[in-house]
């Protein structure tokens, strides 16, 4: 047999009872109908009518009857004596002659409807779990599901060996089946470069399937241009464009992980039926992986800097509170004195002087150009300077995907569009006719100066904050992105 599902133990529990059985499926399935009590009716003694029911009620329940009576849930035998009134303990002088046992489950099974498994059986449930097996390549999960579709058609369910064999049986046919859909796919020059990719490489230190399968473990600007370097390389492979819609997605998944689990040399040593399609299938799912991946880091890192920035802010306030509290303290002496009906015009230069000296004033005009805040008193300033940092990957984030957008037009994705043309093209001044119409209103006056003039550091990083922010939502599908880089990113 190609390999096991389960341990003899594991084996054994299968063949019996549940070791325990809920409330509801106790009603639904152990309460005796009345057509039920007139055949109990017709069995002799209480030890008959109480193992006939058992079988009775486990055909119904699990599909089979177990070969052991005796390890049966009390509370399922105690359940079924209450209603034909009998012993529990006369189970046990139940089944004495096997042939009692095997007469009463055929009369079950005429009963029920249910009936052996042939061999026409065997060969529909095998490409019945074909199709489950090209969904789902757990074995625990389809032999459940065999189980399950045998009880539904009222076939008695065979011994968990025969069953388990059929399982792996179908796991390589829908190994073998995979290859044959992905078959045009893979051409001469695509298995080349699917085993090149197990190969190691003396630039990276390791194989590209290592490589690709390590993800960035800190939110930087250096984890960024890392995972964009994997695109870079996934793009010359061409994934963008391979078309492996031929395979279930959930199978496509089971298979890319298999991917990231293995070794290259594991991987090697596959026959090319299974290596390939699990190469392929990595290489196509950490495309979309690497994608996520890179809005989370990005978005993370605009978070912190903005996060760093209104703490700056906050520590600004407590450091200067004193200094701010002077001055306070000094615009009301002044405005006092300014504001006396006694002080007369020619005398409130000097009347000023004689409360606050000159070059005291002097001295706290000059501190307030340090004290001073822009009128919505925001973090944007301190945020500007962490523009060189943010600079360190934005331009590279921006350029590394191809943006779209369910709104026509979109202003945030032509300013993402125009900041791309000026990073290319080296360019620093930001044109006039830049689209604005995304700007929310706090970030309008830091934007545009009293002369028109676009900044190009705050336009930059209002375009990156909402660009991050969209981006972070596609990715979660929280709601529908108005820009947000492409899986088939290019």
């Known amino acids: 047999m190609p390999g096991h ?12 009872f549940p070791s325990e059985i809920g409330e509801a499926d106790l009603i639904r399935y152990f309460t005796l109908s009345g057509s039920d009590l007139d055949l109990l009716k017709r069995q002799r003694g209480d030890h008959n009518r109480l193992g006939f029911a058992l079988q009775l009620c486990a055909l119904r329940y699990i599909g089979f009857s177990p070969d052991d009576l005796e390890n049966v849930p009390t509370m399922a035998v105690a359940f079924l004596a209450e209603q034909l009134q009998a012993s529990p303990a ?15 489950l055929q009369q079950i099974q005429l009963r029920l409807g249910f009936r052996d498994a042939t061999r026409e059986d065997f060969s529909a449930l095998a490409d019945w779990l074909l199709t489950r097996a090209l969904e789902h390549d757990k074995p625990s999960l389809l032999f459940q599901l065999a189980c399950e579709h045998l009880h539904a058609e009222k076939i008695i369910r065979p011994g968990v060996t025969r069953i388990e064999r059929l399982v792996m049986e179908t796991r390589e046919r829908g190994h073998r089946e995979t290859f044959r859909r992905l078959g045009p796919f893979f051409t001469e020059e695509r298995l080349v470069q699917l085993d090149q990719v197990l190969v190691r490489e003396e630039q990276l230190g390791r194989t590209s399937l290592a490589w690709l399968g390590e993800r960035a473990g800190a939110n930087t600007s250096k984890a960024i241009m890392a995972e964009l370097k994997k695109l870079d390389f996934l793009r010359e492979l061409g994934v963008t464009e391979w078309d492996l819609s031929t395979i279930n997605p959930n199978r496509l998944k089971f298979l890319a992980q298999i991917g990231r689990r293995a070794t290259s040399q594991a991987l090697q040593r596959l026959a090319p039926a299974r290596r390939y399609p699990v190469v392929a299938s990595f290489l196509r ?10 809005v989370d880091i990005f978005d993370r890192c605009l978070a912190q800097s903005y996060s ?3 703490r700056e802010l906050d520590e600004f306030r407590l450091t200067n509170a004193r200094a701010t509290n002077q001055k306070v303290l000094l615009l009301r002496e002044i405005g006092r004195v300014v504001l006396d009906p006694n002080v007369s015009d020619e005398q409130l230069r000097q009347t000023i002087y004689r409360h606050v000296p000159a070059d005291q004033l002097l001295a706290a005009v000059e501190e307030c150009d340090q004290l001073v805040r822009p009128l919505d008193d925001s973090y944007f300033d301190f945020l500007a300077r962490r523009y060189s940092h943010i600079r360190e990957f934005a331009p590279a984030f921006l350029h590394g995907f191809k943006f779209r957008s369910n709104r026509n037009p979109d202003p945030l994705l032509q300013a993402v569009e125009l900041l791309q043309n000026l990073n290319q093209e080296r360019r620093r001044a930001v044109p006039a006719d830049a689209p604005l119409k995304f700007v929310p209103p706090k970030w309008l006056p830091y934007i545009v100066d009293g002369s028109e003039r676009i900044d190009r550091r705050y336009y930059e990083l209002c375009v990156c904050g909402n660009c991050g922010q969209r981006c972070a939502l596609a990715t979660c599908g929280s709601k529908p992105a108005a820009a947000m880089p492409t899986r088939k990113a290019t």
């Open 5 to 16: 599902i389960f341990t003899p133990q594991e084996r054994k529990r299968l063949d019996a």
């Open 90 to 104: 006369a189970l046990h002088d139940y089944g004495t002659r096997s042939q009692t046992r095997t007469e009463h």
């Open 285 to 294: 799912h950490s495309m979309e992986e690497i994608t996520d991946e890179l």
């Open 308 to 310: 760093r920035a209104g």
